[in-house]
């Protein structure tokens, strides 16, 4: 069987949900949300923060603003310092 390559988007989820790095996400309509992604599939987001998950779906998200580097692939932080 062919191995199914991620795209840039699951990668990057995956990166801020192992890492636990808090984000903000914008909605299209102006709403702001923080908190740390748990999970995420080809539709929704699940978003936690004070104890109270919200599950918000990917059609409404406009921006996703990590609030420290997110790191994708393996090695990456060390080739930027070389």
């Given at each position: 069987?062919?191995?199914?390559?991620?795209?840039?988007?699951?990668l990057?989820?995956?990166?801020?949900?192992?890492?636990?790095?808090?984000?903000t996400i914008?909605?299209?309509?102006?709403?702001?949300?923080?908190?740390?992604?748990?999970?995420?599939?080809?539709?929704?987001?699940?978003?936690r923060?004070?104890?109270?998950?919200?599950?918000?779906?990917?059609?409404?998200?406009s921006?996703?603003?990590?609030?420290?580097?997110?790191?994708?692939?393996?090695?990456?932080?060390?080739?930027?310092?070389?």
């Amino acid at each position: 069987m062919a191995e199914r390559s991620q795209n840039l988007q699951d990668l990057f989820l995956n990166s801020v949900r192992k890492s636990k790095n808090p984000l903000t996400i914008f909605l299209i309509n102006g709403v702001k949300l923080t908190g740390v992604v748990t999970s995420f599939d080809n539709f929704c987001v699940l978003l936690r923060r004070d104890g109270h998950s919200q599950l918000v779906y990917k059609h409404a998200i406009s921006t996703i603003m990590p609030s420290q580097p997110v790191q994708m692939f393996d090695g990456e932080e060390s080739s930027r310092e070389s």
